[in-house]
């Protein structure tokens, strides 16, 4: 079974730039959730979808930050205009389980690095 | 909100056993994690307890007690690869969505 796959692993970008990041759950979880863990912090949660709907969004920083999850299978977090407070490893997780008693399956990150 | 602490770094000789220590406040209690994170790469999940007790996995065993928001992760028999980051995770009541510590980075020396 192939795990969480995210993409790219590493981006650098300038301040002002758009990125985009991509996750591939786990064929078959309907739960998908983001998390950031900025350096020297903890992960904390962004926003969970259900299927193709955001279920909890209440992590999500401020609006220049947007996920999708059309079709219910990947899902893409866009950072626009990215800030230099951005940086940090954005992890994506899913679930076949709502409550998530088996854990959470997490893809390795995307490192992401504005200047 | 909820609040987890951890301690940020211990290390331990190989073939030892270790504890690691978790403390949470949380409005409400459902359920506590924990993870294992290599650098670089993605948390695995180690463990889940819900009610007060020991729950054992081969060289890991975790620990949970409620009335004292509290769990340890125990490791016996450390071998080099088990040099990690550990994170422990709580979920309160009104929450699905658990909280995560900062983490214990584990160093394992020969």
């Known amino acids: 079974e192939a795990g969480v796959t995210q993409f790219p692993s590493h981006s650098v970008i300038e301040k002002g730039q758009t990125v985009t990041l991509r996750c591939d759950p786990i064929?078959?979880?309907?739960?998908l959730y983001w998390y950031r863990r900025v350096m020297g912090k903890e992960i904390k949660f962004l926003l969970h979808?259900?299927?193709?709907?955001?279920?909890?969004e209440s992590g999500m920083p401020n609006n220049r930050f947007l996920a999708e999850r059309t079709g219910g299978t990947y899902s893409t977090l866009k950072v626009q205009p990215a800030e230099l407070e951005d940086s940090g490893v954005y992890f994506c997780?899913?679930?076949?389980?709502?409550?998530?008693?088996?854990?959470?399956?997490f893809g390795s990150g995307t490192r992401l690095t504005v200047v | 909100g909820q609040n987890i602490d951890q301690p940020t770094e211990m290390t331990a000789t190989e073939g030892a056993i270790v504890q690691i220590n978790c403390t949470y406040q949380?409005?409400?209690?459902?359920?506590l994690f924990w993870y294992q994170q290599h650098a670089g790469e993605a948390p695995t999940f180690l463990s889940y307890?819900?009610?007060?007790g020991l729950e054992e996995k081969g060289r890991f065993s975790s620990f949970l007690s409620r009335s004292k928001g509290y769990s340890y992760l125990l490791l016996k028999e450390l071998q080099m690869k088990d040099s990690a980051s550990y994170l422990c995770?709580?979920?309160?009541?009104?929450?699905?969505?658990?909280?995560f510590g900062r983490g214990t980075s584990l160093i394992v020396h020969p």
């Open positions: 997780a899913s679930s076949q389980v709502y409550e998530g008693i088996y854990g959470y399956t």
């Open positions: 064929s078959g979880h309907d739960n």
């Open positions: 979808f259900v299927k193709e709907s955001k279920q909890d």
């Open positions: 949380t409005s409400g209690f459902n359920g």
């Open positions: 307890n819900v009610l007060d």
């Open positions: 995770s709580a979920r309160s009541g009104g929450s699905y969505i658990p909280t």
